[in-house]
């Protein structure tokens, strides 16, 4: 079936460094992506999204990267901060008009290390 | 803030009980989707509600069910309450994921059987 969202499960990055959450999905009709923060007992916090005609869209200290050949996208957030510290999910809308639900992977664990 | 509000924030109810948990959207938002959360997994979609009706049903267990009422707030009702049932129960809103407009959640409700 369709999957989004496929992550590694953990990643640990020293404070200060450049940080790199990888994100793969399934449905090659995908055409919207987004990507949430979450700090442990919160909910998702909305970060930054992306549409599949961009390659590219850029935030306050993240970057989203849509590489729709090879159904890929990524996070990339600079100079990480330990309130970057949380677990990292991209989503993709899902259902017969695109509006019925958003899809969640499993999520990235995103650990700074002071 | 995401401007969606949900209560209780914590709630603590045995077995076989029944507890309803509230919602209120972003203003203007006319969607409203029901997500749960176990401890460490991913989100779970439930069910969502667009304008008042019944937009899309998830895995949601017959013993739960939700409405949306004419002010658009929205309520999840859990019944014939079971240990498992334990988790943060989220509620997000939305105008249309189809046009590429994301979702934003609340801070959950925890609810705890014991």
């Known amino acids: 079936g369709e999957s989004v969202g496929l992550h590694l499960p953990t990643l640990s990055v020293q404070e200060g460094d450049n940080s790199i959450i990888n994100c793969a999905y399934s449905?090659?009709?995908?055409?919207?992506f987004i990507w949430y923060k979450q700090e442990s007992g919160k909910g998702p916090q909305f970060i930054i999204d992306i549409r599949s005609n961009m390659d590219k869209r850029q935030g306050q200290r993240v970057t989203v990267l849509l590489n729709k050949t090879v159904k890929h996208l990524s996070l990339q957030i600079a100079a990480t901060q330990p309130g970057d510290s949380a677990v990292y999910f991209c989503a993709a809308p899902r259902g017969n008009f695109g509006n019925e639900k958003l899809t969640f992977g499993t999520g990235t664990r995103l650990t700074i290390i002071p | 803030d995401s401007g969606v509000t949900q209560t209780p924030k914590h709630l603590i109810t045995a077995t076989g009980q029944r507890v309803t948990l509230r919602c209120s959207p972003r203003?203007?938002?006319?969607?409203v989707y029901w997500y749960q959360q176990s401890l460490d997994q991913g989100l779970q979609f439930l069910i969502h509600y667009y304008n008042g009706e019944e937009r899309a049903k998830g895995n949601i267990l017959e013993r739960f069910s939700a409405q949306q009422f004419p002010d658009l707030h929205s309520e999840l009702n859990l019944s014939s309450l079971e240990l498992g049932d334990s988790a943060l129960y989220f509620c997000?809103?939305?105008?249309?994921?189809?046009?590429?407009?994301?979702?934003?959640f609340g801070e959950g409700s925890w609810l705890t059987v014991v």
């Open positions: 997000a809103s939305g105008v249309d994921l189809s046009t590429g407009n994301t979702i934003y």
């Open positions: 203003s203007g938002d006319l969607s």
């Open positions: 449905n090659s009709a995908s055409d919207y």
